[in-house]
């Protein structure tokens, strides 16, 4: 099965400056990679998703990039802010299934 | 965006009972429903697949009689932990898949379960 592998587990960055987490996968199939950002005590929220046909997606200060060849695709914060801080997750699986297996999770902290 | 809810948002329950966790797609109807399971500092661990008016499907290593889904409408999904534990305490995360053949998946805010 999938196996997505995440970096790094937590991440600390002044306010303003960019963040970026990394992920990888194993399987050579899937073309779906989503991204969630999970505050503390509630459900993870998806943020952004690319597929693969796509090599880079952005949406105001987030950006996702996927390099299908090496099997990795990453996730950019630029301008980070205070209310950035959360753990992000990556996961990766395939259009028409209903599987996602996720990585670990980043927490991320925005210092002021 | 599309909106996902559960409830109840946090239960406190007695060892040896059973409590019940709804999850409702608010303004989308969702063939397919996921339950999770989340330890603290943990990433998702998926515990099944929901099929409206279908069994679900359950993941390797997980109680199918303990951890009981119904999915008896394309907007509503029950997870009921029978004969809670205290090793059942944990965040119980639903998601439900928008559209069909589409992968784009979201997540209920999450239910906390203590067994106390």
């Known amino acids: 099965g999938e196996n997505v592998e995440q970096h790094p587990s937590t991440l600390s960055v002044q306010e303003g400056d960019s963040a970026v987490i990394k992920c990888t996968y194993s399987?050579?199939?899937?073309?779906?990679f989503p991204w969630y950002k999970q505050e503390l005590g509630k459900g993870p929220q998806l943020i952004i998703d690319i597929r693969s046909n796509v090599g880079e997606k952005k949406d105001q200060r987030i950006a996702v990039t996927l390099n299908k060849t090496a099997k990795h695709f990453s996730l950019h914060i630029t301008e980070t802010q205070p209310e950035d801080s959360a753990v992000y997750f990556c996961a990766a699986g395939l259009i028409n299934d209903y599987k996602l297996s996720f990585g670990a999770g980043t927490t991320v902290t925005v210092r002021a | 965006g599309a909106v996902v809810s559960q409830h109840p948002s946090r239960v406190i329950c007695k060892s040896g009972t059973s409590v019940k966790i709804e999850c409702r797609s608010l303004d989308f109807q969702a063939t397919t429903m996921f339950w999770y399971r989340q330890f603290p500092k943990k990433s998702l661990m998926l515990m099944a697949t929901?099929?409206?008016?279908?069994?679900?499907?359950?993941e390797q290593g997980v109680e199918k009689d303990k951890f009981l889904i119904n999915h008896a409408s394309l907007t509503l999904s029950t997870l009921t932990v029978t004969s809670a534990h205290p090793e059942d305490s944990s965040f119980y995360i639903c998601?439900?898949?928008?559209?069909?053949?589409?992968?784009?998946?979201?997540f209920g805010e999450g239910s906390w379960l203590t067994v106390v």
């Open positions: 929901s099929n409206e008016g279908s069994k679900a499907t359950y």
């Open positions: 399987d050579s199939a899937s073309n779906y």
């Open positions: 998601s439900a898949r928008l559209g069909r053949g589409g992968n784009t998946i979201y």
